[in-house]
């Protein structure tokens, strides 16, 4: 059995965090957002095809040839063309039944395997607020249609992005349009292939989606089952609650419900509460948390609970304090501040 993982985009919503490292390589619970997928194909895959583009040689030098059992191949999509552009680029390599899933979002092991029982399936899941999904609409548990990003209520199963496909979806991608953002997408590849075929729609018990930087907070919270893990040669002087702690960290003072990933430093009578704080980063302040937090992404405003600010790879900040929402791009420098908007 195969499986085609999507690797290749840019992120630009989980900036800053992706503007040094691609999502997928991102800690989660002290693992990469890949490595929680490819632990969950281990046993039922025996070949992973990772479509890569975006700083893909950080992808390959970490994976390399192989994971656990897994055999790695990699293909570059050398153009953003969208989803089922990127599947298509792995058609020769296809040899029958397979995988499709995200690399940057978390699926877990049942799920998969529920999906394997069907020829054809998509993996849905239960939303409190679809309108920010593609949601399908089923009939009797088969697919029926897709809609993206509902402004009425239509449907509240999310589509998941994992599918299990075998080679009659080619054709499909080859018949497929464009979307209006210029990129061929699964979901209409999907539909065509839908008209003449049983797409079976399983109730995923757990899928975990990552768009934004503080999606990786919720994600590791939930990993971790809201207890401490503290990574190899990580030494703790402070206080650490509720929280993922990367390798060969020194922390001096306090981190509390967030993430902190490699060779980080939290200087003493520091606060760090609710955010996510790269690698090689030096932080000596306090990152003030709100319950109900605004942070601007691509323009956008994106309201956010409980959560303080997010400090990408090689920043050093001294003397700081810096308010909820707020966003520090990789290799800033600042000393003796109150940061209340995005340090670019």
């Known amino acids: 059995m195969q499986a085609v993982l999507l690797a290749a985009g840019k992120s630009t919503r989980a900036y800053p965090l992706t503007l040094t490292i691609p999502k997928p390589l991102l800690k989660v619970a002290n693992k990469t957002l890949l490595e929680h997928n490819l632990k969950s194909l281990a046993g039922l895959v025996d ?13 390959q030098k970490k994976f390399g040839n192989k994971y656990q059992s897994i055999r790695i191949k990699y293909i570059t999509q050398k153009q953003q063309l969208g989803t089922a552009h990127a599947l298509y680029l792995a058609k020769d390599r296809i040899k029958g039944k397979f995988i499709l899933m995200m690399g940057d979002d978390i699926y877990s092991k049942i799920d998969i395997a529920k999906c394997l029982k069907y020829v054809y399936s998509i993996l849905v899941q239960k939303v409190k607020n679809p309108e920010i999904f593609g949601v399908i609409k089923h009939k009797n548990n088969i697919l029926i249609d897709f809609v993206e990003k509902p402004k009425f209520f239509v449907s509240n199963l999310a589509n ?24 061929i997408e699964m979901p209409d590849a999907v539909k065509l292939l839908s008209k003449e075929n049983k797409i079976h729609c399983v109730k995923a018990a757990r899928w975990i989606p990552i768009g934004y930087p503080w999606d990786i907070k919720n994600a590791d919270s939930i990993l971790r089952k809201h207890k401490n893990i503290i990574g190899k ?6 206080s650490v609650k509720n929280s993922s702690i990367g390798d060969n960290c020194g922390i001096y003072g306090k981190v509390k419900n967030s993430v902190i990933m ?6 003493k009578n520091s606060i760090v509460e609710n955010s996510v ?10 990152t003030l948390s709100g319950k109900n937090t605004i942070s601007e992404v691509n323009g956008i405003k ?9 400090i990408a790879d090689n920043s050093i900040l001294e003397n700081v304090a810096i308010n909820p929402g707020c966003k520090v791009w990789p290799g800033m420098k600042k000393s003796g501040a109150r940061i209340s908007k995005d340090l670019k």
């Open 302 to 310: 994106i309201k956010i609970k409980n959560f303080g600010a997010v």
């Open 277 to 286: 704080i790269g690698s090689n980063v030096k932080f000596d302040g306090i």
């Open 233 to 238: 040669g990580t030494k703790i002087y402070g």
């Open 160 to 183: 998941t992005a994992l599918y299990v496909l075998d080679k009659k979806i080619f054709p499909c991608i080859e018949k497929t349009k464009k979307s209006e953002r210029g990129e």
């Open 262 to 267: 490699d060779n980080t430093l939290i200087s």
């Open 47 to 59: 070949e992973v095809i990772i479509i890569v583009g975006y700083k893909k040689g950080l992808i």
